[in-house]
């Protein structure tokens, strides 16, 4: 079973990011990036794949800069077996990424392609379908729970309020929600392997854009809550001035 | 998964590889997700959580520096360093076990043991198969280990052992302990050898030390050895006096100087988070030149702490480290950590005495830092001895 997992290279949720004098772009300062979270959940699941098959390849692939190398090297830490660097800007147009992605799936032999449901830095959502649609290929986006057998993939989506379990034959693109599975640490080992394994660098050229980003903008600062009272007796306020006045109820 | 942002005012990140980043981050990221959240329990039940051991292992923390061809990721010093800064970051109980696991068990068999030894015990004591142990002070002999009395008679084609171990980590919990004794006479540091001794050999008796106020998560044990016997092959061969089981000890004092700041770095944040939350006469706290100064104070002595430990690794990875250096790591960077975590205690007021919050745990804690692996007054002498070439002990 030969897998691709595609990742993202993403700024640190747990950072403070600001604008760029620009106001269009993060000012790059002082930012540390990560394997894109929900990534994390396609490569476990890869590795899990291919453990249980006794068999077959992990690739990972990213469109990215240099930097993005390290993304990689994190997940061959995990213990994917190559990974290919796409060069080139990824584009905020989803569908630029994933033209340059489904270009480079297709030369490969490959059951299955995984995603992070999205990415947390722009929150498109979009390129894993993009690319199951370049590729004729079907799709299953927000798994929560995925089986393999005899060809066939089982996955279960979260759909508002229910589940939905759907099944394709492969090849197939799953993207991944949270609750997949628990994505394992790199071992102290895997990091020093990591370097050793191969790393394909690809020219894959300007990546289109056919969207512009005119501004980027921080949401108003919080104002100072109220404090309606203590104890029971603050319910009916509370909800009162939920409904009323906040209108979330 | 995103890590507590880490702490750098001099931007030391950019004096690490891509590697020794990742393997700070990766054990950062499970002491996070794993560790914090347990400790404070742990504390109060007065327990090491050793359920977490196998995680350990398969990170491959234990004996990280050392060979692949033993199980181990061959890691650099400043890795191996950045791991114990982590690790304590959580607590020095964890720090501490990792520490005897990697520098007081696996040193000594790698260092000075037979390669049927180090095939024998390093793969497992990496995947913490085996649990291990390091006995050198005894109740008389604590700064002064050269004076120790235990001692091992060889009987035929066997040693037996008597003594009686004190303040041993991991001692109830080991499989495996490495026993340091007199082969010869007992005026004659030159005759302790160290010896490999399972703990469920006759006449092996581990007690856990109670009524500890600090370390409580973590295994402090007194050994009784009463006629232990063990086969001649469990001697460690190339083991020879004093200077073997002090080179042990200067490997562990190298991973506390680096845990030291760890501990420092936890307290540091936890009180500047605090000070920038805890509003009194209508302002925060960090608001006041007061705690800003206590702040700063802080900062400035961690950020000394980490370059310091940076070039002791670098120095070590050169092989040009010298005894003296580490033992002005260990003595400045624990102390440092001492007066930071004291500090932080005091910013948060009364809820620095709860065990939801870091501070007083840590503090705690690092007094047995303070004190074991040679204690501040000893490392004093000997840098002292290093620079004015006389010896203020002996
Ligand atoms: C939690 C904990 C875990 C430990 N784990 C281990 C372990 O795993 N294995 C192990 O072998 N040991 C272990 N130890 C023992 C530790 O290394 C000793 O406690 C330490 O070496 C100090 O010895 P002591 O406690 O007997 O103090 P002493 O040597 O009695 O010292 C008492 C005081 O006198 C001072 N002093 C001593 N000599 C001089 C001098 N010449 N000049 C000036 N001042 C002096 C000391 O600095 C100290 O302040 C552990 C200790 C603790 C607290």
Not at chain 2, 155 to 166: F, L, P
Not at chain 2, 292 to 301: A, K, P, Y
Request: hydrophobic share 40%; glycine share 10%.
């Amino acid at each position: 079973m030969n897998i691709i997992v595609c990742v993202k290279r993403v700024p640190d949720s747990e950072i403070r990011v600001a604008i760029a004098d620009d106001g269009k772009t993060l000012d790059s300062q002082g930012i540390k990036y990560v394997l894109n979270p929900y990534d994390e959940f396609a490569v476990e699941e890869a590795l899990k794949l291919r453990e249980t098959a006794g068999e077959g390849d992990v690739t990972v692939m990213t469109l990215g800069s240099d930097d993005a190398k390290e993304t990689l090297r994190t997940t061959l830490a995990m213990g994917a077996d190559q990974a290919v660097l796409l060069k080139g800007e990824p584009s905020v147009d989803g569908l630029g990424t994933a033209e340059k992605l489904a270009e480079a799936i297709r030369d490969r032999e490959c059951d299955l392609v995984l995603f992070g449901k999205q990415a947390i830095d722009d929150d498109n959502l979009q390129v894993p379908a993009m690319v199951a649609e370049l590729l004729g290929l079907p799709c299953a986006t927000v798994v929560v729970e995925l089986e393999v057998s005899d060809g066939k993939l089982e996955a279960k989506r979260e759909i508002e309020g229910a589940h939905e379990l759907v099944r394709f034959e492969l090849p197939g693109v799953v993207a991944a929600q949270k609750g997949l599975n628990e994505p394992r640490y790199a071992s102290l080992k895997g990091i020093m392997q990591a370097k050793k394994k191969p790393l394909e660098e690809v020219d894959v050229g300007t990546v289109e854009s056919r969207l512009e980003v005119l501004e980027l903008k921080k949401p108003e600062e919080r104002s100072g809550g109220v404090i309606v009272g203590e104890g029971p007796d603050a319910v009916p306020t509370l909800l009162q001035k939920l409904r009323e006045e906040a209108k979330v109820l | 998964m995103a890590r507590t942002s880490s702490l750098d005012y001099f931007d030391t990140e950019s004096l690490l590889s891509e590697e020794e980043r990742a393997v700070r981050d990766t054990i950062g990221e499970w002491v996070d997700e794993k560790f914090l959240p347990v400790i404070g329990e742990c504390y109060i039940e007065g327990r090491f959580p050793k359920e977490l051991i196998p995680q350990l292992a398969d990170l491959g923390a234990f004996g990280a520096n050392m060979p692949e061809k033993y199980g181990c990721a061959d890691l650099n010093s400043v890795a191996y360093g950045l791991i114990m800064q982590e690790l304590e970051r959580g607590d020095s109980g964890v720090r501490s076990f990792v520490s005897v696991q990697s520098a007081l068990v696996m040193y000594p068999i790698l260092e000075f043991g037979s390669e049927e030894q180090r095939q024998h015990w390093l793969p497992k004591l990496a995947r913490a198969e085996a649990i291990g142990c390091f006995g050198l002070t005894e109740p008389d002999y604590g700064s002064d280990p050269g004076g120790l009395i235990t001692r091992a008679v060889k009987d035929g084609d066997e040693w037996v052992i008597n003594g009686t171990k004190m303040w041993i980590t991991n001692g109830s919990l080991a499989d495996v302990a490495i026993i340091w004794a007199k082969t010869g006479d007992l005026d004659d540091p030159g005759s302790i050898r160290g010896f490999i001794v399972e703990t469920d050999r006759d006449g092996f008796v581990a007690k856990d030390q109670k009524g500890k106020l600090s370390l409580l998560a973590a295994d402090t044990s007194e050994l009784a050895l009463q006629d232990v016997r063990v086969p001649d092959d469990h001697l460690l061969p190339n083991s020879s006096g004093l200077r073997s089981a002090l080179m042990c000890l200067n490997q562990a004092r190298y991973g506390i100087a680096w845990g030291a700041v760890g501990a420092a770095m936890a307290c540091y944040q936890e009180a500047l988070s605090y000070a920038q939350n805890r509003v009194q006469f209508e302002r925060p706290i960090a608001g006041y030149q007061i705690q800003q100064i206590r702040l700063v104070e802080m900062l400035t002595e961690i950020t000394k702490g980490q370059l310091l430990a940076l070039q002791l690794g670098r120095l070590k990875d050169r092989g040009e480290l010298h005894h003296g250096q580490v033992s002005m790591a260990k003595r400045n960077n624990v102390n440092m950590a001492c007066e930071v975590a004291r500090e932080a205690r005091r910013l948060l007021g009364a809820n620095g005495i709860l065990v939801e919050y870091q501070s007083m745990r840590h503090m705690a804690n690092l007094e047995s830092v303070y004190t074991y692996e040679g204690t501040h007054d000893i490392h004093g002498l000997i840098i002292g001895e290093d620079i004015t070439g006389i010896s203020a002990i002996s």
